[in-house]
Structure formats: structure tokens, C-alpha cells
């Protein structure tokens, strides 16, 4: 473990703390764009298939992982995005995990046409409304002394609160599982 400390010490020091949190944090780790299972809302879907006239990046899937897999505080989540077979709509992935919109600079898609959970990330949150502590998975350490991990993201509460709202909107839109007949 020191040595895992010393190493991430020693290859933070190449890399300038000017630079974005996130371009920072891909030199250092597999970023949030790289293993994750994301949920894609029906109007996530369009918006991502006008911009980029690709129909390839979807797929159904059960969760790979408890954690995608128990919503219990969530029985919105947990009743509008899973069919019945438990399987959601999901990003596709590359064989290394990569989401197929990881470019070499960051996602290639406008902030605009992202998924609105990608829009959200790292706010935690449930149909009640969101958390005020970030999500683990952003790297503390290269948060500037004085910043919160929002602060060194450029996000806004503000910002958050509108697509936490048009999120769970979209997610009122998939059909109620009990009258799903897309599987
Ligand atoms: S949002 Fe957090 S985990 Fe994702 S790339 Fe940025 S710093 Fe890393
Ligand atoms: S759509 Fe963009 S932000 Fe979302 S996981 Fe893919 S590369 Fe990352």
C-alpha cells in the first residue's frame, strides 16, 4: 500500500495541478467512463442517436454488481428502470470496459446529449432528491485544499437539481414494468 501511495505521489508530481480534475484523475486511474454500467433513459437514447446517427450503443443488461442491483431506497429506480427480468437499458462497453464515447480527451459528447447520469456524476441521489457528499469514486486527492470535489468539477447544486428533475421525469417514461412488452 505505501508503495501504491508513493507511486500515485510521485506521478502526481508530473502532472499539472492547473489541469482538469478530470484529465488528472484518467492519468492516474480508470476513470468513471471506463467501468461503469450506465443507465440510459428512452430520451437519452434520442438525443445521443440525433447527434451522432449511431444506433449501436445500447444494450440490456442485468447488473453485474449488487450495488446497481439493490435500489431499496429507491423503489422509483427500482419499478421504472429494471424489466422484469431485471435488465436496464445500459451504455454499451468495449471489451476493456471503456464506454465506446471515451475519446482521447474525455467523452465525445457534448454535456448537452451526455446521459443524464453521466451529466450527474459524482452527486449521489434517489427520486427524493440529492445527497450532499460526492460519490467515493472521484479521487480526493486531487481536489485543491479548500475546494469540495463539486468545486474542482465545476458543478452546481443548481445545475444538479435541473437534470436530477429531468432524469427522473425520463425515468417516469419507460413503461411500468407491469405492462412492458420490449423483452
Ligand atoms: S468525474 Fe471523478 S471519477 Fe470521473 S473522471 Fe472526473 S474525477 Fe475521475
Ligand atoms: S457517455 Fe461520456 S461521460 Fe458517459 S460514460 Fe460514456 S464517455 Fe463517460
Same mark, same amino acid.
Given at each position: 500500500m505505501i508503495q501504491y501511495h508513493s507511486a500515485i505521489n510521485k506521478i502526481m508530481g508530473t502532472i499539472s495541478s492547473t489541469e482538469f480534475m478530470c484529465a488528472r484523475c484518467a492519468k492516474l486511474f480508470k476513470t468513471c467512463c471506463q467501468d461503469r454500467e450506465i443507465y440510459i433513459t428512452p430520451a437519452? @437514447? @434520442?438525443?445521443? @442517436?440525433?447527434?451522432?446517427?449511431? !444506433?449501436?450503443? @445500447? /444494450?440490456?443488461?442485468?447488473? *453485474?454488481?449488487?450495488? =446497481? *442491483? +439493490?435500489?431499496?431506497?429507491?423503489?422509483?429506480?427500482?419499478? !421504472?428502470?429494471?424489466?422484469? +427480468?431485471?435488465?436496464?437499458?445500459?451504455?454499451r462497453r468495449t471489451s476493456s470496459g471503456d464506454c465506446t464515447f471515451l475519446g482521447l480527451s474525455g467523452c465525445i459528447l457534448p454535456v448537452t446529449v451526455r446521459p443524464l447520469v453521466c451529466r450527474l456524476h459524482p452527486f449521489m441521489y434517489t427520486a427524493a432528491g440529492i445527497g450532499v457528499d460526492p460519490a467515493p469514486d472521484c479521487p480526493k486527492c486531487l481536489v485543491p485544499d479548500g475546494m469540495t470535489v463539486f468545486d474542482a468539477l465545476h458543478m452546481s447544486t443548481e445545475q444538479?437539481?435541473?437534470? !436530477?428533475?429531468?432524469? =427522473? /421525469? /425520463?425515468?417516469? *417514461? /419507460?413503461n411500468d414494468y407491469d405492462n412492458r412488452t420490449d423483452f
Open positions: 437519452d @437514447t @434520442t438525443r445521443i @442517436t440525433d447527434f451522432c446517427n449511431r !444506433h449501436d450503443f @445500447t /444494450e440490456w443488461c442485468a447488473p *453485474s454488481d449488487q450495488d =446497481y *442491483s +439493490d435500489q431499496s431506497d429507491d423503489p422509483v429506480w427500482d419499478r !421504472h428502470v429494471f424489466r422484469i +427480468d431485471r435488465k436496464r437499458r445500459i451504455l444538479a437539481l435541473l437534470w !436530477h428533475r429531468m432524469l =427522473y /421525469e /425520463e425515468i417516469l *417514461s /419507460e
